[in-house]
């Protein structure tokens, strides 16, 4: 999986919807949480371990 970091940064402060939707988050699966939590999950498959955090 490949990330444009560069990118992905200049977005910060836009809607997560707004990112997602650019393709800029390489998922299948939407992050899952409450509107409570304050830490958004995403299952992947591979065998990595990677934390994704959305405030």
């Keep these: 999986m490949n990330i444009d970091v560069e990118t992905l940064v200049k977005q910060l ?24 939590d304050d830490i958004s999950r995403v299952e992947y ?7 994704i955090f959305y405030q």
């Design 13 to 36: 402060g836009k809607p997560y919807q707004d990112i997602y939707d650019q393709g800029l988050i390489p998922y299948k699966t939407k992050p899952t949480g409450t509107i409570s």
């Design 45 to 51: 498959e591979a065998r990595r371990n990677i934390f």
